[in-house]
Nanobody, 124 residues
Framework: QVRLVESGGGLVQAGNSLRLSCVVT????????LAWFRQRPGADREIVAT????????YYRDSVRGRFTIASDDDKNAFYLQMNALKPEDTAVYYC?????????????????RGQGTQVTVSS
């Protein structure tokens, strides 16, 4: 049984940084994608960033590219989202996900496993 647990959320002022962690218990395939999604108030869940473990190829949504970095640590069975230069519009519940979404990397429903989420609030 695979389980994902996020941590690292909190309340920060705009311009500051946070690092989210997703610890994975259970076995996952090296070819699977690791992803971070977020759901802002009143909005649909959206992809933030994703990395394929086998190739380390990454994807970032335009609004976070250059500010956020996704990385994995296979030794710790965890992956991370380093968020720098945070903006109030980054306020959301952030979710991690693991799976084989194929071409549907932007849809959390296509991932096999998803965490419960961690709240990130950025004040202006």
């Amino acid at each position: 049984q695979v389980r994902l647990v996020e941590s690292g959320g909190g309340l920060v002022q705009a311009g500051n940084s946070l690092r989210l962690s997703c610890v994975v218990t259970g076995r996952i395939q090296s070819t699977q994608r690791l992803a971070w999604f977020r759901q802002r108030p009143g909005a649909d869940r959206e992809i933030v960033a994703t990395i394929r473990r086998s190739s380390e190829s990454t994807y970032y949504r335009d609004s976070v590219r250059g500010r956020f970095t996704i990385a994995s640590d296979d030794d710790k069975n965890a992956f991370y989202l380093q968020m720098n230069a945070l903006k109030p519009e980054d306020t959301a519940v952030y979710y991690c996900a693991v799976g084989d979404p194929g071409y549907n990397i932007g849809y959390s429903g296509y991932y096999d496993y998803r965490g419960q989420g961690t709240q990130v609030t950025v004040s202006s």
